[in-house]
């Protein structure tokens, strides 16, 4: 499956890990026992910021295999983390173009990747687009 190559869906889910990843940094404490990273709820909340849509499981599956096949996210116990090699590449982008376009751009420039073992259950795509949908319903009038 990594002979695929780099799909837009990798750009999109890894900028959306990244984000979500830094927006969230605030509000940890230093002391906090929470572990760094974000839940999955949190990266289809930035990814449909990004792109006004919600991937479907089976491409945040198959990007975070690309992606964490490449060194550049890890995902354990629920949390999506941006590795270190993925935070040089983000802070590394040339600025001027759409988040996501540039870091398609930069995909294609890095070896292609080898798929991990790693699978999104449908329960836990759905959960996780219902506890989203669940922070962005608006009160009826």
């Known amino acids: 499956m990594g002979q695929d190559?780099?799909?837009?869906?990798?750009?999109?889910?890894?900028?959306?890990?990244?984000?979500?990843?830094g927006a969230g940094r605030h509000m940890r404490s230093a002391t906090t026992r929470r572990p760094e990273g974000v839940r999955l709820a949190d990266v289809l909340s930035m990814?449909?910021?990004l792109r006004q849509s919600l991937?479907?499981?089976?491409?945040?599956?198959?990007?975070?295999?690309?992606?964490?096949?490449?060194?550049?996210?890890t995902v354990g116990d629920?949390?999506?983390r941006v590795?270190?090699?993925?935070e040089a590449l983000w802070r590394s982008r040339p600025v001027g173009m759409g988040a996501v376009d540039t870091m398609f751009a930069r995909l294609h420039r890095r070896p292609l990747p080898v798929d991990t073992?790693?699978?999104?259950?449908?329960?836990?795509?759905?959960?996780?687009?219902l506890e989203y949908a669940g922070r962005v319903e608006t009160p009826e009038d």
Not at 6 to 18: E, G, L
Not at 83 to 86: K, L, Q
Request: net charge negative; hydrophobic share 50%.
């Open 83 to 86: 590795t270190p090699a993925g």
């Open 5 to 21: 190559g780099w799909r837009r869906s990798d750009a999109w889910i890894f900028v959306a890990v990244v984000m979500a990843n």
């Open 47 to 49: 990814a449909d910021h």
């Open 117 to 129: 073992d790693w699978t999104l259950d449908d329960a836990d795509h759905a959960a996780a687009i």
């Open 78 to 80: 629920g949390w999506f």
């Open 55 to 73: 991937p479907d499981r089976r491409e945040v599956e198959e990007a975070v295999r690309r992606l964490s096949g490449a060194g550049l996210i």
